[in-house]
C-alpha cells in the first residue's frame, strides 16, 4: 500500500537544539517529494521539493535530504520561530493528480 | 493582492443551511484544489480542477459541490452538512496539476457544523 508517514508525532527542543524529522514512504515511482511547514489556524506554507535520491536543498536553518526510501528535514540552532507543524507530501507516477500525505510532525521549539 | 485568498475565514453552519466557500488565486495558475484537514489526520484531497475542469472527485458525499467558473476561482457549495464535517477547508493552486510542482495554500475557513 502506497504511504507516506511522519516521526516523531511530535518533538519538543530547546533553542539551538539541532534535530531531524523523518518522512518515510512506499511508493513506486516517485515523482517529488514536497516539505510544507504549518502554523496554526493557516495553511500549509511550502518549502521544498526534492525529485531524485541524494538531493539536498536549503533554506535558513532548514535543509532538506532525500533517499530512496525517505526524506529528512534538519533543522539546524532552531529559534521559537521555528515551531510549526512540518508536513510532507509524495506525488508517484500513478498517483492520478493526488498527493499522499503524511500526518505531520508537531515542532516546539522552547526558549 | 497575491497568494490564494479564501473566504470565509471562520463559518458556523447548521446542519439545514446552505453556504458557500470562496477562492481566489492571484498567481495564474492553472489547477486548483480543495483539500479537508480534520486534527492529527493527513490532509484529504477532495476535487481537483485543471483549466476550469473537474479532473478529480475523490469521493467526496454530495452535500459538497464545487464550482470553478475561471481559471481565478474557486467555490466550494455546501449544504445539509453533518457535524463530521466540521474541518479546517483549504484551498490551492499549482501551475500544474500535482506531480511536478509545488501547490500554494490559502489561509483556510475554519468551519464548525452545529
Known amino acids: 500500500e502506497d504511504q507516506v508517514t511522519q516521526s516523531p508525532e511530535a518533538l519538543r527542543l530547546q533553542e539551538g537544539e539541532s534535530s531531524s524529522l523523518n518522512c518515510s514512504y512506499t511508493v513506486s515511482g516517485l515523482r517529488g517529494l514536497f516539505w510544507y511547514r504549518q502554523d496554526p489556524g493557516k495553511g500549509p506554507e511550502f518549502l521544498f521539493t526534492l525529485y531524485s535520491a541524494g538531493e539536498e536543498k536549503e533554506k535558513e536553518r532548514l535543509k532538506a535530504t532525500l533517499t530512496k526510501k525517505e526524506s529528512f528535514l534538519h533543522i539546524t540552532a532552531p529559534k521559537p520561530e521555528d515551531s510549526a507543524t512540518y508536513l510532507c507530501a509524495v506525488s508517484y507516477m500513478d498517483s492520478n493528480y493526488q498527493l499522499i500525505w503524511g500526518a505531520g510532525t508537531k515542532l516546539i521549539i522552547k526558549p | 493582492e497575491t497568494g490564494v485568498t479564501q473566504t470565509p475565514r471562520h463559518l458556523v453552519m447548521g446542519m439545514t443551511n446552505k453556504k458557500s466557500l470562496k477562492c481566489e488565486q492571484h498567481?495564474?495558475?492553472?489547477?486548483m484544489y480543495w483539500y479537508k484537514q480534520s486534527a492529527k489526520k493527513p490532509l484529504e484531497l477532495m476535487f481537483v480542477y485543471s483549466l476550469e475542469e473537474r479532473v478529480e472527485n475523490n469521493s467526496v458525499p454530495s452535500r459538497f459541490s464545487p464550482e470553478c467558473p475561471n481559471s481565478s476561482h474557486l467555490f466550494l457549495h455546501l449544504h445539509t452538512l453533518q457535524p463530521e464535517d466540521s474541518a479546517l477547508y483549504l484551498c490551492?493552486?499549482?501551475?500544474?496539476?500535482?506531480?511536478?510542482?509545488?501547490?500554494?495554500f490559502g489561509q483556510g475557513t475554519r468551519l464548525t457544523v452545529v
Open positions: 490551492a493552486s499549482s501551475q500544474d496539476t500535482p506531480g511536478g510542482t509545488e501547490a500554494f
Open positions: 498567481l495564474g495558475h492553472n489547477a
